[in-house]
């Protein structure tokens, strides 16, 4: 085990899955940046599933600085920071267990940093992230991709330069018990700091697809209550929000159809137009799903989920005195 400073610190927090975790740590043994160049931190969230003699045992064997940190944490963002105070690299590198990594990841990430005299100099890269190829994505599923820049700042696949990790505080203390947001909060303190950002297409990971129950599915948007609470704490990224006032244009189209309901008594034919703009754009906007009952399919489901994510929104602007829908 190298002695060495590390050029980067890789940060995995886990919780309940092993064999996800397990497959994630066979890649990072597999990088072809010198294994004197790197350590893992994994900070397990504890569950009693076989994660602690597995990642344990895998932290022993490695010829790079591995370590292994069992808490008791409420949620990824505590676990992510602490692993980031943990590590000694001049870089922090984020992912989560269930991705994997690409053998060129740490290397294209750091490289995509440039040197020091860049202006202004580079506090955080995001990489290329990729459902997993070959598996199939029925729905309802779950997965994440981001194949270029994103004001979200997903840390499934993201790298900061330290100086500008400490230089902001790291995660904000108001993030760290909340599910959602802490990811999007540090890349824009970084961001707001002076710091530059970049994209790194080559530092690539792919995600695990998980197929999730119809429940779930519809759940999945209630966690951008803390999205108007972002958009009032960096108004920079306001602007890039559809309009300003809403999340997305799907979140437009389906607030226009919240406002077809409510006039309809009165105005019915003014219904039936906004009504029928907010099904046709859903159903053009999912060839992606396959045929014309898979289309329709989408504009039907559409509706509960759509209501999930305002309900979230209106909650969420109300708490934080910021209108985002």
């Known amino acids: 085990m190298s002695a060495a400073m590390p050029l980067v610190t890789v940060v995995v927090p886990t919780h309940n899955r092993c064999a996800l975790l397990a497959r994630l740590l066979d890649s990072l043994a597999k990088q072809s940046l010198a294994p004197a160049q790197f350590e893992v931190v994994i900070v397990h969230n504890f569950t009693d599933d076989g994660t602690e003699a597995m990642a344990s ?36 590198a984020f992912i989560d267990d269930d991705c994997v990594a690409s053998a060129t990841w740490l290397a294209e990430g750091i490289a995509a940093f440039g040197g020091d005299d860049a202006a202004p100099q580079v506090g955080v890269v995001q990489g290329m992230t990729l459902p997993m190829p070959g598996v199939p994505q029925r729905f309802p599923c779950k997965t994440v991709t981001v194949d270029r820049e ?13 100086e500008a990790f400490d230089a902001v505080g790291g995660f904000s203390e108001e993030f760290l018990d909340r599910f959602y947001g802490e990811d999007t909060d540090l890349g824009w303190k970084v961001t707001a700091a002076g710091y530059g950002h970049r994209f790194a297409p080559a530092a690539l990971v792919n995600h695990e697809v998980f197929h999730v129950s119809f429940a779930r599915w519809l759940a999945e948007p209630l ?47 003014a219904a039936l137009v906004l009504a029928f703009v907010y099904a046709f754009e859903r159903y053009r906007g999912g060839a992606h799903v396959g045929g014309p009952m898979q289309r329709l399919g989408r504009v039907l489901v559409g509706v509960p989920r759509g209501f999930c994510a305002w309900w979230a929104l209106a909650k ?10």
């Open 316 to 325: 969420g602007s109300l708490r934080a005195r910021s209108f985002l829908l």
């Open 223 to 269: 966690f951008f209550e803390n999205l108007p609470y972002l958009v009032k704490k960096h108004p920079a990224l306001r602007a890039h929000m559809f309009h300003r006032l809403f999340v997305s244009r799907d979140s437009f189209l389906f607030n226009g159809l919240l406002a077809a309901i409510v006039i309809a008594p009165f105005f019915p034919i």
């Open 57 to 92: 045992n895998w932290c022993a064997g490695q010829s790079f600085r591995a370590k292994y940190l069992r808490r008791s944490n409420r949620g990824p963002a505590r676990s992510r920071d602490m692993g980031a105070r943990e590590g000694r690299g001049r870089f922090i």
């Open 150 to 162: 994103s004001v979200f700042f997903e840390t499934c696949n993201i790298f900061y330069r330290r």
